[in-house]
């Protein structure tokens, strides 16, 4: 009998088993649950809100610590109740009554969480020469990250009033101003021309989907349409922008924060120097992303591609995924990978873990989603049989892997992952499922969809990169000068989109001006999270192409949660991520299959000119 390693997964479940947490909507357990979280929250507080000992005395602290994680483990402030009905609502958003159920239980939820909160925030408050002895403590290791962050967190504290007053002052002096730009672009509309080719007045939205239309006519006229709008509103984003930078200015101050980056590094577990090497290391190969734009613009038959026209794409994929042929595609690849990532996606299939299809008054994206770590990974997709939709099979199914990996290594209070690895389990299986789709696909949908992939990779690198170096220098110009106009903005913005798109990508006139809309830049620096992510992943898959048994490192790395900083964990398994060559090794994946591209496209004789 010939045998596959992988047998074949049925796919008999394409909906959602709550059973684990309750039998329906009335399920008269609900009730109980609620009067037991609430028990087991009150024995918690009710043990340590007037005793002291644990912040002098690690043997009490490490007893705090273990009731408090076996408390967040199985209960948290809202037990099976709040998860039920948040997963609930995204199965059906119109139904009131599952809108109800939620904000009950998510009320209940806020005042326990306000009565709890003492605990970590007094932990906050130790004294530094108390800190040191904690950390070091043999009978705190278990905790000894956890600890660290919190104690990292909180050199940047103000006094409790003055951290009040900054939490009251921080809508009028900062998200006021955003709110304020944002709403007046939401109300902007225009006439433009449709993809169906009518001329209809659309909301500023609508107009910006438009502009990668694969019809020129549709994607100038709402290009036009978009850059005047910027232009009618430049005026009130530059007072906007010189007010949020000041308040960020002042904050930063009074913290004691070192540069306009820190608090956001500390914040992702993050090291500077490991951002700084992230950074250094993208920017000297934009090269890369300026030979794929001149790639696109050949293949669109252009010299140049106007600064709008950049994310057209370019071919049609036009093969069809059905969603039990996708998740056996799927699993076949995580099999090949790695035997434990095969079995996890077959009980997340079998065991009623992933809603697949779209549904009337369903949540329209597609997530992965945890909550207590006793208790099931969720999926929700809306399948509709592209291409694309097998990739966001592959992608949430990662978070899932990274879930189910941490939640038999760590414990609860180390559940979960730091912004700046987040996506680094999503993107890793993503990549390795569209190799495979890639090998049985003929040349020409090939070369549309490595056109794409490489669209998607230059986007979340080495444009995130450019907006990253622009708010640098932003920051850095604000505080020599004290203001900035919205021509000096232009001229900065301008500069560092150049640097990465390079000559085939005009900066057309209109286009100094789209920093107006661009909310990254209003948040502050997390946009090198997406490059991190998507880079740790590729030099990870890099290692496992050469030696297929890294993948046990991979899975390490998967396995560590929030246990220490990446840095740290990748330096136990023998790689320095604040060396460049780490980042390096990513980046030589995109050039490759930029190589590959060029030379396909080359074969099929579209590069003549
Ligand atoms: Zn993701």
């Known amino acids: ?114 009565e709890v909160q003492f605990f970590y925030l007094r932990i906050a408050r130790i004294k530094p020469e108390f800190q040191q002895q904690f950390l070091s403590h043999a009978g705190l290791a278990k905790y000894r990250h956890y600890l660290e962050r919190i104690f990292a967190e909180a050199r940047y504290h103000l006094s409790e009033p003055e951290e009040k007053i900054l939490n009251l002052k921080s809508a009028t002096s900062s998200s006021n101003w955003t709110k304020m730009v944002n709403g007046f672009l939401s109300q902007e509309e225009r006439l433009v021309l449709t993809e169906e080719g009518e001329r209809k007045k659309l909301p500023f939205s609508a107009i910006a989907g438009l502009m990668s239309s694969k019809k020129k006519r549709v994607r100038d006229t709402a290009a036009t349409a978009f850059n005047e709008i910027l232009a009618k509103n430049v005026e009130a984003a530059e007072a906007e922008l010189n007010s949020v930078f000041a308040n960020k200015k002042i904050d930063d101050e009074l913290r004691g924060a070192a540069r306009p980056d820190a608090l956001r590094h500390l914040a992702d577990d993050i090291e500077s120097s490991v951002v700084d090497s992230l950074i250094a290391s993208v920017s000297t190969r934009f090269a890369i992303p300026a030979r794929y734009y001149a790639l696109k613009a050949k293949l669109l038959n252009v010299k140049k591609l106007a600064y709008h026209e950049r994310n057209v794409e370019y071919g049609e994929i036009s093969k069809r995924y059905p969603y039990g042929k996708s998740v056996r595609l799927v699993h076949t690849v995580m099999g090949k990978l790695d035997p434990e990532f095969a079995a996890i996606f077959a009980g997340f299939v079998q065991n009623g873990q992933i809603d697949a299809y779209p549904k009337k008054g369903k949540d329209s994206g597609a997530f992965c989603i945890y909550h207590q770590m006793t208790r099931p990974t969720y999926i929700l997709l809306n399948h509709t049989n592209k291409l694309h939709d097998v990739l966001t099979i592959a992608h949430e199914l990662g978070h899932g892997i990274n879930n189910e990996l941490i939640k038999k290594k760590q414990h609860a209070l180390d559940f979960g992952t730091p912004t700046s690895t987040a996506e680094v389990a999503s993107t890793f299986m993503e990549d390795f499922v569209l190799e495979e789709v890639m090998r049985s696909a003929d040349d020409e949908q090939r070369l549309a969809i490595m056109m794409q992939k490489l669209n998607d990779d230059v986007s979340s690198i080495f444009r995130q990169v450019a907006c990253y170096r622009f708010e640098q220098e932003l920051h850095g110009d604000f505080r020599k000068k004290g203001y900035l106009s919205k021509e000096e903005i232009g001229k900065l913005f301008q500069k560092h989109m150049a640097a990465y798109m390079g000559k085939a990508v005009e900066q057309s006139a209109g286009s100094e001006h789209w920093w107006v809309y661009w909310s990254h830049i209003r948040y502050f620096f997390y946009v090198y999270s997406y490059a991190s992510g998507l880079l740790i992943s590729k030099s990870l898959q890099n290692s496992v192409k050469q030696d297929p048994a890294f993948i046990l490192q991979v899975k390490e790395f998967l396995s560590a949660g929030l246990s220490d900083s990446p840095k740290n964990i990748f330096s136990r398994l023998g790689i320095d991520i604040s060396d460049r060559r780490f980042w390096d090794r990513g980046l030589d994946e995109v050039e490759k299959l930029l190589n590959e591209t060029e030379k396909l496209a080359k074969k099929l004789g579209k590069m003549k000119k």
């Open 1 to 114: 009998m010939d045998r596959d390693k992988t047998p074949a997964l049925r796919v008999q479940q394409t909906s959602w088993d709550l059973s684990p947490l309750f039998a329906s909507d009335s399920d008269p357990r609900i009730e109980e649950e609620r009067k037991l979280v609430k028990r087991k929250s009150y024995a918690f507080i009710n043990a340590w809100k007037d005793r002291t000992d644990y912040l002098e005395d690690p043997v009490a602290l490490r007893e705090a610590l273990d009731q408090y994680e076996s408390w967040k483990r199985r209960y948290g402030t809202d037990g099976d109740e709040g998860y039920y009905f948040w997963l609930r609502t995204q199965q059906d958003q119109n139904d009131p009554k599952l809108k109800a159920g939620f904000n009950k239980v998510d009320e209940f939820s806020k005042k326990l969480e306000n």
